[in-house]
């Protein structure tokens, strides 16, 4: 077969429809697509208007049809990122490598951040996650005020530079806002956040509520809720959250997210075990906010009584697979949690690797390497994972049917790492690299492997370098 880089392929194609601006309107014939009942071969997707699928059919192409060589999926949902951590990448493994290294690390980067060059590198780094086939992405944003803790003239400057970011990347965009109101947690108690963490802090719970409540969707973007962790917010304050919550997210859907950092690794438990006699499960659930909008970030280190909890209430866990073991963090119970009722998500976090294909894939893996088991998930269970666009307040995404949204990722069949895969396996061979085009809402964000901002790796490089100067 004959196919250039795009993926589009010459001769066979009635029309290659060539690129059609605007949302909506479009048609598409895909060689393979993976459908909610399953994978099929030879499908038509129709997009209206409105940039949502109006009709999904097993057909030949037609004249006007977008060929889309390759298999072509849902949009991926990144539920958990800190877009600055990405200047961190190949940058902490020196220095003995610890934790700690990282820590320093991620200080050095957040002192020197400015709405300005936050636009450029969230920017760039939103766009080398549209490469990898996300449409939507949940921000964990804490990085709110100047250095030193005084807030700009407009306290959502920031988040409003995250939000033009993901606007001009093409990406949809959940800003989690997230309330960091103290430096940690130990047995005695919550300490004052250190002079690194002061950007990161308002004042109390209802100071951070009424600045995230400036922050209205609009366009693509949407607004959520997050709380730093419990070693960030004391359970008095976790409690006046639960009422606060609803006020400060606007999604446009009856969804008000809210995630938090859980159990990432065990010196949190043990600080919460000692302070309240709970698991900072148990603490939420004491505070009223396990629900099924919640979405607990990482979930390493639980209880069975912590699982319990989240299944029981259909809460969302969002893992993050390849940042847990650059950081050491452990394995988290995924199918355990899956079992319980939890619907499961995933997440880039701090970047180190940006590719929902490998995170997706590294669920699976590492639950073979702790349980001598395989197939733990199933190929259709790791697509419901890299597709929890819902845990993000967006409906209507993250399957190819009429009325979802427009949100297309294919992914070709003849690179080096998927020539010879069975199309429904594809996320078992596959890597952000054989990305070919990116459709989000109808319209088009990647084609033939482009991003439409250009070169994303020069736009990567020339946001990073600043941050190390002066290392
Ligand atoms: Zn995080």
């Known amino acids: 077969m004959s196919v250039d880089q795009s993926g589009v392929q010459g001769g066979a194609a009635p029309d290659q429809g060539g690129s059609t601006p605007g949302n909506g309107g479009r048609s598409f014939w895909c060689e393979h697509a993976l459908l909610p009942d399953g994978p099929a071969a030879g499908v038509r997707v129709v997009l209206g208007e409105d940039g949502r699928i109006s009709a999904v059919e097993r057909a030949e192409a037609r004249t006007g049809d977008e060929i889309l060589h390759g298999v072509t999926l ?118 004052a956040l250190s002079p690194e963490q002061a950007r990161f802090g308002d004042a109390d719970i209802d100071a951070w509520a009424q600045r995230a409540g400036g922050l209205r969707a609009e ?60 698991t900072p499960v148990g603490l939420l659930a004491e505070a009223g906010l396990v629900g099924p909008d919640l979405t607990a970030v990482h979930a390493t280190h639980l209880t069975e009584e912590d699982v319990r909890l989240l299944g029981a209430a259909r809460s969302w866990v969002s893992l993050c697979p390849t940042t847990e073991r650059d950081l050491a963090d452990g394995i988290g119970p995924a199918r355990a949690l899956h079992d319980a009722g939890v619907r499961l998500s995933l997440g880039s976090d701090q970047h180190a690797v940006v590719d929902l294909v490998e ?25 419901a994972l890299a597709t929890g666009h819902e845990s993000l307040g967006r409906e209507g995404a993250g399957r190819i049917a009429p009325g979802a949204r427009g949100d297309l990722v294919t992914i070709r069949l003849d690179s080096v790492r998927t020539a010879g895969a069975d199309p429904a396996q594809v996320l078992l061979a596959a890597s952000a690299a054989d990305v070919t085009t990116v459709i989000r809402d109808g319209e088009t964000i990647v084609s033939d492997g482009r991003h439409r901002l250009g070169d994303v790796g020069a736009l990567l490089r020339d946001a990073i370098a600043p941050f190390w100067e002066d290392a």
């Not at 804490?142 to 530079?161: F, K, S």
């Not at 693509?220 to 976790?238: C, N």
């Open 74 to 191: 849902p949009g991926f949902a990144n539920t958990h990122s800190h877009a600055f951590h990405r200047a961190l990448r190949g940058r902490t493994h020196d220095a003995g490598g610890t934790f700690w290294t990282w820590r320093e690390r991620m200080y050095h980067v957040a002192a020197r951040l400015d709405p300005e060059n936050y636009l450029a590198l969230a920017r760039a780094a939103y766009a080398e996650m549209a490469l990898a086939g996300v449409t939507a992405v949940g921000e964990f944003h804490y990085v709110h005020h100047q250095v030193g803790g005084v807030p700009y003239e407009d306290p959502n400057e920031m988040g409003r530079a995250l939000q033009q970011a993901a606007a001009e990347a093409g990406v949809a965009l959940t800003l989690l806002d997230t309330a960091y109101l103290h430096g940690g947690l130990d047995e005695t108690g919550h300490t």
């Open 359 to 383: 995170e997706a894939r590294a669920v699976e893996m590492h639950e073979r390497l702790t349980t001598h088991e395989r197939g733990r998930f199933t190929p259709q269970d790791l697509l």
């Open 219 to 278: 366009g693509t973007f949407r607004v959520g809720a997050a709380l730093h962790s419990v070693r960030a917010v004391p359970l008095a304050q976790l409690r006046e959250a639960a009422a606060l919550v609803p006020a400060v997210c606007d999604t446009g859907s009856t969804i008000a997210p809210l995630h938090v950092h859980v159990s990432e690794q065990p010196a949190e438990n043990r600080a919460a075990l000692a302070r309240y006699g709970l």
